[in-house]
């Protein structure tokens, strides 16, 4: 396993369209993150999945967006009607979390680069 | 809301030399501490962590500091190369939240 692997690493779409995005794990890692980074900020939290469970998802989070991590390891992410304002990159993470409460690494893959013409 | 700052956007540094980056944070409940390189186009790299029961960590090269009075986080890069340009960030997470970012700080090694 050499990381977190996510697909397509670009996208360019009609402003109007769904895009759908797969983030793939490192193996046995429990905790998985979405986040998404404009050019020149820092990376803004989505949303996490503890296993199958979304855990919590950011105010940001619009209702045209939606995640899913059905059997606990890959995630997709869902934007439906795409904006201008979609166009960034969203970044995938995950962790070894085992339990509540306790914070371990968190590994980014190379990301989504979505331009939403 | 809680959110995580650096002090300077840029930074540059003569190749050879020490590299000092700084972060402030504001949640005090924060109890985990990263590091992040990121270079052109890529995601995040995990450089290093620290725990808030600790205030200090090093790694190869790199060297973690925690003040949880000041609520403030540095990292340290020893004799600094070429490929250490990149743009840094640290992030916190709150017992097993979600980790929050700041806006990231630049350093360019010059020749």
């Known amino acids: 396993d050499t990381g977190v692997s996510q697909d397509p690493r670009h996208k360019i779409t009609k402003r109007g369209q769904n895009v759908t995005f797969r983030c793939d794990p490192i193996s046995e890692h429990n905790r998985l993150y979405w986040y998404r980074q404009t050019l020149g900020q820092g990376p803004e939290f989505l949303t996490y999945f503890q296993n199958e469970a979304q855990l919590e998802k950011s105010r940001l989070l619009s209702d045209r967006f939606s995640a899913e991590r059905p059997k606990g390891s890959f995630s997709t992410l869902e934007i439906q009607r795409t904006e201008q304002g979609d166009s960034a990159m969203y970044l995938c993470a995950s962790s070894p979390t085992q339990a509540w409460g306790v914070n371990t690494e968190a590994f980014f893959g190379q990301g989504t680069r979505l331009t939403v013409v | 809301g809680e959110s995580v700052g650096l002090h300077l956007p840029t930074l540059s540094v003569q190749e050879g030399d020490n590299s000092i980056i700084n972060c402030a944070y504001s949640n005090s409940a924060s109890d985990y501490f990263i590091w992040y390189k990121q270079e052109s186009g890529k995601g995040p790299q995990f450089i290093i962590d620290i725990r808030s029961n600790m205030d200090k960590r090093q790694g190869q090269r790199v060297t973690v500091l925690l003040n949880k009075t000041v609520k403030h986080l540095s990292l340290q890069i020893a004799a600094t190369q070429p490929g250490d340009s990149a743009v840094y960030f640290c992030?916190?997470?709150?017992?097993?939240?979600?980790?929050?970012f700041g806006p990231g700080t630049r350093l360019s090694v010059l020749p």
């Open positions: 992030a916190e997470n709150n017992y097993g939240q979600n980790f929050v």
